[in-house]
């Protein structure tokens, strides 16, 4: 009886010769090419020539979803829309007696300015954007925004929106940018303890908190305590809200604490930002 | 016509992973427990139909994920052709038939991929924690395990 074996079937081992010298020199290739990207940024720059068909396309991606958000805002009962209206009313009639009084204040300080011969140092430049997405690339969060280079937004600048500060541009192309939300893990921020104790250096931890991962412990600090920017290195104008304590915890070394942090803005729980550049 | 189809199969999937990596898992708070889609693609592929991915192919493909979702210019492309390099091996030294060794050699080859991803990513300064590559590997190859359902249907003659 004759066995009707394929050839595929009856080949057990692979008896193929390996494409060795190919190999080597893609290997060396791909390890040349991680070389140079480290140094130079090639891939940012070719993202960012990139972004201009890509943002596009992590729009649509992420347009069904969005529709979704947006849909289930349209069926908000209108008895919340009212109770909304008039919390928001309220709250208005005491941010203008507020504003007034920041007027005044304002210029109070810089008649005081003038006459004490301080300079102004830093003057804010700020544009406001829509949050496109708060999207995920291949396990990294990135919020993209709906102004770019077109609007002066520059690589660097801070975000920020009503709660506090919510990272820093990292992508700029013509019509949008990407930010580094504040809690991701390369994200380091110069804050201070707002009763103006303690300078030190926030970092994301990549899991939605900022850290200090050694803090002195002779030196006070309490769960709910609240950071703000320092304006260290020029950066980020002083005082911009950051997040508050919400757990101290012992190090390995008894002369240290780590001290975690939850950001008082989160991607997901808000629309519009403003970015802002400190022009000197 | 075989090749055409896998090739199909192949760009539609890809087009699929793209989508799916710039999306976190539906209920998933923590947005960086997702598979590694573009390791699971090439993993099925590798074991499923190994005529249709060359070693060039998939250097070049990994420079198009790059672009794409990566964070060092031929860090995939490396990743790819280490894939390759594996299953040439174990496929020289070893009978791989049944579906269990199939399964296996895919876990493997995830594994060793996800190695690589977290030696070069740590070797260039980007972090990634240990604790994480690991729930992604799993999330990896359920992926794969997809992946493998979509090759084996729609390429079968």
């Given at each position: 009886?004759?066995?009707?074996?394929?050839?595929?079937?009856?080949?057990?081992?692979?008896?193929?010769?390996?494409?060795?010298?190919?190999?080597?020199i893609?290997?060396?290739?791909?390890?040349?090419?991680?070389?140079?990207?480290?140094?130079?940024?090639?891939?940012?720059?070719?993202?960012?020539?990139?972004?201009?068909?890509?943002?596009?396309?992590?729009?649509?991606?992420?347009?069904?979803?969005?529709?979704?958000?947006?849909s289930?805002?349209?069926?908000?009962?209108?008895?919340?829309?009212?109770?909304?209206?008039?919390?928001?009313?309220?709250?208005?009639?005491?941010?203008?007696?507020?504003?007034?009084?920041?007027?005044?204040?304002?210029?109070e300080?810089?008649?005081?300015?003038?006459?004490?011969?301080?300079?102004?140092?830093?003057?804010?430049?700020?544009?406001?954007?829509?949050?496109?997405?708060?999207?995920?690339?291949?396990?990294?969060?990135?919020?993209?925004?709906n102004?770019?280079?077109?609007?002066?937004?520059?690589?660097?600048?801070?975000?920020?929106?009503?709660?506090?500060?919510?990272?820093?541009?990292?992508?700029?192309?013509?019509?949008?940018?990407?930010?580094?939300?504040i809690?991701?893990?390369?994200?380091?921020?110069?804050?201070?303890?707002?009763?103006?104790?303690?300078?030190?250096?926030?970092?994301?931890?990549?899991?939605?908190?900022?850290?200090?991962?050694?803090?002195?412990?002779?030196?006070?600090?309490?769960?709910?305590?609240?950071?703000?920017?320092?304006?260290?290195?020029?950066?980020?104008?002083?005082?911009?809200?950051?997040?508050?304590?919400?757990?101290?915890?012992?190090?390995?070394?008894?002369?240290?604490?780590?001290?975690?942090?939850?950001?008082?803005?989160?991607?997901?729980?808000?629309?519009?930002?403003?970015v802002?550049?400190?022009?000197? | 016509?075989?090749?055409?189809?896998?090739?199909?199969?192949?760009?539609?999937l890809?087009?699929?992973?793209?989508?799916?990596?710039?999306?976190g898992?539906?209920?998933?708070?923590?947005?960086?427990?997702?598979?590694?889609?573009?390791?699971?693609?090439?993993?099925?592929?590798?074991?499923?139909?190994?005529s249709?991915?060359?070693?060039?192919?998939?250097v070049?493909?990994?420079l198009?994920?790059?672009?794409?979702?990566?964070?060092?210019l031929?860090?995939?492309?490396?990743?790819?052709?280490?894939?390759?390099?594996?299953?040439?091996?174990?496929?020289?030294?070893?009978?791989?038939?049944?579906?269990?060794?199939?399964f296996?050699?895919?876990?493997?080859?995830?594994?060793?991929?996800?190695l690589?991803?977290?030696?070069?990513?740590?070797?260039?300064?980007?972090?990634?924690?240990?604790?994480?590559?690991?729930?992604?590997?799993?999330?990896?190859?359920?992926?794969?395990?997809?992946?493998?359902?979509?090759?084996?249907?729609f390429?079968?003659?």
């Amino acid at each position: 009886m004759e066995r009707n074996l394929s050839k595929d079937s009856l080949k057990l081992f692979n008896r193929d010769s390996f494409p060795l010298v190919s190999f080597v020199i893609l290997l060396i290739l791909c390890l040349v090419m991680m070389g140079v990207d480290y140094r130079q940024q090639i891939l940012k720059k070719i993202k960012s020539k990139f972004s201009i068909v890509l943002s596009p396309i992590t729009y649509l991606i992420n347009l069904p979803a969005d529709i979704f958000i947006d849909s289930k805002d349209v069926f908000v009962t209108k008895t919340l829309l009212k109770e909304k209206i008039e919390i928001l009313q309220q709250r208005n009639y005491i941010l203008s007696i507020v504003a007034q009084e920041n007027e005044l204040l304002k210029s109070e300080n810089k008649i005081l300015r003038n006459t004490l011969g301080i300079k102004k140092y830093f003057n804010l430049v700020s544009v406001n954007a829509e949050i496109i997405l708060p999207n995920v690339r291949n396990g990294y969060s990135i919020i993209t925004i709906n102004k770019g280079l077109k609007n002066n937004i520059q690589i660097g600048s801070a975000v920020i929106n009503n709660a506090g500060l919510v990272g820093q541009i990292i992508n700029t192309s013509k019509n949008y940018s990407e930010i580094m939300p504040i809690t991701s893990e390369d994200y380091a921020v110069p804050a201070i303890m707002d009763n103006n104790k303690e300078n030190v250096i926030l970092y994301g931890n990549g899991n939605g908190g900022l850290e200090i991962p050694l803090f002195p412990e002779s030196s006070s600090i309490s769960v709910n305590d609240n950071f703000v920017t320092s304006g260290a290195g020029g950066l980020y104008p002083k005082g911009i809200n950051i997040g508050r304590v919400v757990e101290i915890k012992s190090t390995t070394s008894p002369r240290f604490n780590s001290i975690m942090i939850t950001p008082v803005s989160q991607p997901t729980t808000f629309t519009q930002v403003t970015v802002i550049n400190i022009k000197e | 016509m075989e090749k055409k189809k896998e090739r199909t199969v192949f760009i539609i999937l890809f087009l699929i992973s793209i989508i799916f990596s710039n999306i976190g898992i539906l209920g998933m708070e923590n947005s960086s427990m997702m598979p590694n889609y573009f390791i699971a693609l090439i993993t099925a592929f590798t074991l499923n139909k190994n005529s249709f991915l060359n070693i060039y192919r998939l250097v070049i493909i990994g420079l198009i994920v790059d672009i794409f979702v990566g964070e060092l210019l031929g860090q995939y492309g490396l990743i790819f052709i280490c894939i390759y390099l594996v299953h040439f091996i174990i496929q020289k030294i070893l009978v791989i038939k049944s579906t269990q060794q199939i399964f296996s050699l895919g876990f493997f080859l995830i594994i060793s991929s996800f190695l690589v991803l977290w030696t070069t990513s740590v070797s260039h300064g980007l972090f990634i924690s240990f604790n994480l590559i690991f729930i992604q590997s799993i999330l990896t190859f359920i992926a794969y395990l997809i992946f493998n359902i979509f090759i084996k249907k729609f390429t079968k003659n």
